[in-house]
């Protein structure tokens, strides 16, 4: 009986978790977005246009139309508590490098839309710059 109970606790505060990995994405259940967590991630690096196309023409899970994600969707995934030599991402996403990914927003701050922000994730801060740098690339699909 106690194995049990204890197995119904431990099942139920799995579904509790507010992110569940899978083997090709996260699932973060409170904001109701599924990140893209593949090889790719670390592998493929592209300007903010080639991005943006990118992540249109994923096919994931059985899912399309993938976008970039904006500065708020990636601020409920960082994790500025971890250590100066890990991603300031949760831990909980296997493929993510102390690099520059792009987001979907673009500035238009005396550069007249020529600029997108990014994030670097060794410090988790967002900057912006030039939208034909090279940078790596996390999708993100809303889901109902």
Known sequence: MKQLLLFLISFNLLLALPLK????????????????????????????????????????????????????????????????????????????????YWTNDRTWIRNFGLYSYFIFFKSGTFYYQNRNYQKYVKCVHTIN
Request: charged share 35%; hydrophobic share 30%; with cysteine.
């Open 21 to 100: 990995q899978s083997d090709s994405s996260v699932i973060d259940y409170n904001t109701k977005l599924l990140w893209q967590d593949t090889p790719s991630n670390i592998e493929k690096i592209f300007t903010h246009k080639e991005a943006i196309k990118y992540c249109k023409n994923l096919e994931l899970r059985g899912f399309r139309g993938w976008r970039l994600p904006t500065r708020d969707e990636y601020k409920t995934i960082i994790d500025k508590n971890r250590g100066d030599e890990e991603p300031k991402i949760k831990d909980i996403f296997k493929y993510v490098l102390i690099a520059d």
